[in-house]
């Protein structure tokens, strides 16, 4: 039985936009287009009556694939606009620079935001951060870590508790890595996430391929937001997906690690077998087996 991270996913207004900024602001390249999505097979696996949308993925030279997600029907919903960093859910992607005012300048030429506001100083981990966003609203972290290269980071998910949220990633192949606790009040922490007092838990999970996912746990303070899987035609971070070699057994060992699933959204095609579900905090979980003749 095997898992592998296939890609994050994010619901986007404008294709050609969103795909410019991911190109000329961080370097990711086309990997694969899958053109207009539609049909039955679809509207029972995303839970949406007509649903029809241009899917497109891209590659970043580190590995990490994000597929852009462009509905034309039912059109997408929500706010465009930076998530609150203590939110439930995806919040962040997060990018290593060699070079913060370039790379800062460099996000804002391809159509994102940056918020200067946010620039701090964390000098005990010897890093410079910044958030900005994409066109969508999607929070972008730059950081620049002294002797560190440029690269991917990470993702980061805010969860209700780092160590009940554990088991589930390490099911899934990820195992524990650095652990930050900043419980300090520190003002560069205030600063970069824009909330006075904010105290925090950090905890890095990795896997075998050097993929890493940032389980956030707020100490101060309290986190918000439902814990419930986001509509994949909401615009923002969608979900989060894995091949898998046999989806019955690994979907009954992420639910017995406290994951849920929607039978009714499973589907299998003469290419693909597709299932959904969610962690234990509402992220939406996506398992892929290819199929082939």
């Known amino acids: 039985m095997s898992i592998t991270l296939s ?3 994010i619901c986007v207004s404008d294709l050609e936009a969103s795909t410019r900024f991911y190109r000329e602001a961080l ?3 086309p990997y694969a287009d899958h053109g207009v999505v539609e049909g039955p097979a679809m509207e029972q696996t995303m839970e949406m009556p007509g649903v029809r949308l241009h899917a497109v993925m891209l590659r970043h030279p580190d590995g990490p694939v994000i597929e852009l997600l462009h509905f034309l029907a039912p059109p997408a919903f929500g706010p465009r606009e ?3 960093t203590i939110q439930y859910g995806l919040v962040h992607l997060s990018f290593r620079v ?3 005012d370039a790379a800062a300048a460099r996000l804002k030429a391809a159509g994102g935001h940056v918020f200067e506001e946010t620039r701090a100083r964390f000098d005990a981990g010897g890093t410079t951060m910044l958030y900005c966003t994409d066109p969508d609203g999607v929070r972008i972290e730059l950081m620049q870590m002294d002797g560190q290269p440029a690269g991917f980071s990470h993702s980061g998910i805010c969860v209700e508790n780092v160590d009940k949220a554990m088991p589930y990633y390490e099911a899934m192949g990820f195992a524990p890595a650095e ?3 900043l419980d300090g009040g520190f003002d560069w922490l205030a600063t970069v996430n824009e909330i006075p007092g904010i105290k925090l838990r950090a905890q890095m999970m990795r896997d075998a391929a050097g993929n890493t996912i940032e389980l956030l746990e707020t100490i101060e303070p309290q986190s918000f937001g439902p814990r419930e899987r986001r509509p994949l035609n909401q615009y923002g971070l969608t979900h989060i997906a894995f091949w898998v070699d046999d989806v019955d057994a690994e979907a009954a060992r992420l639910e017995a690690a406290g994951g849920s699933w929607v039978a009714a959204a499973r589907i299998v095609t003469p290419g693909i077998e597709l299932h959904h579900g969610a962690d234990r ?3 939406r979980i996506e398992l892929m087996r290819a199929i082939t003749a």
């Open 7 to 9: 890609h994050r996913g």
């Open 98 to 100: 060699d070079d913060m």
């Open 179 to 181: 652990n930050y606790v």
């Open 27 to 29: 370097g990711f390249e």
């Open 82 to 84: 930076r998530r609150s």
């Open 281 to 283: 905090d509402g992220v």
